[in-house]
């Protein structure tokens, strides 16, 4: 276990085990009493509709006096049984916390535009308030889109904010801009002198990454378009990423960010630089990145034992990948984690049992 993320976790616990409180924003400004919302039921005539699927928390959508609100509740439960899971309703309210202090700050002014506002929050009441955002899950990709996500991105990681999961149910397009409003597995961390918030043994893991990893990678393969078209898209998110991340690296060096971590931004710059200068080029780079994001993505819905139609689609790109590419795979940096010294045929192997247990544990 990382020892950062075990001091976290310990943290929280402690937090949780001690009694205190933390309450983000006024009570004045919530539209009944903190302890009216907190006991909301779906059946009430101000509940719109609810989102129950979440593990720690349900949703619902307010409409009070013309007005509509976005409602989270803790579950007396969380239904995950892992720790980042049970804690994630606290970490949420920390973040909130952090959002607002940093939406107030000069120095940040306009950075944060996109993450929702908190309205109120109190962790022991197990309620966060927001106003309701009208959109739909990310289904799109595009330039308008991408250009603001990535720079909120790269502000949350310049502050020191890591955010893991940018699935598509996390991130809401509201036809002009992508909102955050889900940190339930958002975390602090040094950004001058770490990567990410597993410290610096972790350096495959940062904002545009994330976002391949949850989102692009798995939204391309649902579209199925010629590779063509995939590159077209993917040349497009590596230009934006390219930029907003010059610009991230220079706001740490001047700020004194170690050595480290500067050597980190420059392998990834340079990384993406070339995959830009040609098309072979910029299809090298797609291989790699695309395989890494489906190992990830793959290990992590069955970690959870929470599989879908995509998942099966990851795997199959993986055996195909392994089958055709391994050499180059190899080569590139690919096979690294519990796939790192490994030949081909255990490769194939192992994701052949994945498939299995994926095929095993779908959920929808
Ligand atoms: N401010 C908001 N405006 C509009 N819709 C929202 C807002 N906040 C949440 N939602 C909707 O509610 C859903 C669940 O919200 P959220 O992701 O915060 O909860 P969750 O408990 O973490 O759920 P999950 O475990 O499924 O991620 C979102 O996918 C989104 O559709
Ligand atoms: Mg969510």
Avoid at 262 to 287: H, V
Wanted: charged share 20%.
């Amino acid at each position: 276990m990382n020892a950062l993320v075990h001091a976290r976790q310990q943290a929280q616990l402690a937090f949780a085990a001690s009694g205190a409180n933390l309450v983000v924003g006024e009570a004045s400004v919530c539209p009944m009493p903190p302890a009216a919302l907190a006991a909301l039921t779906p059946t009430d005539p101000r509940v719109v509709e609810q989102f129950g699927s979440g593990l720690t928390a349900r949703v619902l959508h307010l409409c009070i006096d013309g007005r509509h609100y976005t409602l989270k509740q803790r579950r007396p439960e969380a239904l995950v049984r892992n720790l980042d899971g049970q804690t994630s309703f606290l970490n949420e309210v920390q973040r909130r916390a952090d959002f607002t202090r940093l939406k107030a700050d000069p120095a940040w002014a306009g950075r944060f535009d996109s993450i929702v506002p908190t309205l109120y929050a109190d962790y022991r009441l197990g309620i966060i308030l927001s106003p309701w955002l009208p959109g739909a899950p990310l289904a799109r990709v595009t330039p308008d889109l991408l250009a603001p996500l990535l720079e909120t991105l790269t502000a949350c990681e310049e502050a020191g904010l890591m955010e893991w999961d940018l699935c598509p149910g996390n991130l809401l397009d509201d036809g002009e801009r992508i909102w955050l409003f889900d940190f339930g597995y958002m975390y602090p961390f040094d950004p001058l002198c770490q990567f990410n918030s597993n410290g610096v043994s972790d350096p495959l893991f940062h904002a545009c990454e994330r976002f391949e990893t949850r989102f692009f990678f798995g939204w391309l393969l649902r579209q199925a378009q010629p590779m063509a078209a995939q590159l077209a898209c993917y040349r497009q998110l590596k230009a934006l990423a390219l930029a907003h991340y010059r610009r991230k690296r220079e706001h740490l060096a001047s700020r004194g960010a170690t050595a480290e971590v500067l050597a980190w931004l420059d392998g990834i710059l340079a990384r993406w630089q070339q995959a830009l200068g040609s098309e072979a080029a910029l299809a090298a780079c797609f291989e790699l990145e695309a395989f890494r994001s489906h190992v990830l993505d793959i290990e992590d819905d069955l970690h959870g034992q929470s599989c879908t139609a995509t998942t099966l689609l990851r795997i199959d790109f993986v055996c195909q990948a392994l089958q055709h590419r391994y050499p180059a795979l190899a080569a590139g940096g690919a096979l690294f984690y519990d796939n790192a010294g490994r030949d081909q045929a255990s490769l194939l192997a192992l994701y052949a049992h994945k498939r299995q247990q994926a095929q095993g544990w779908q959920v929808g």
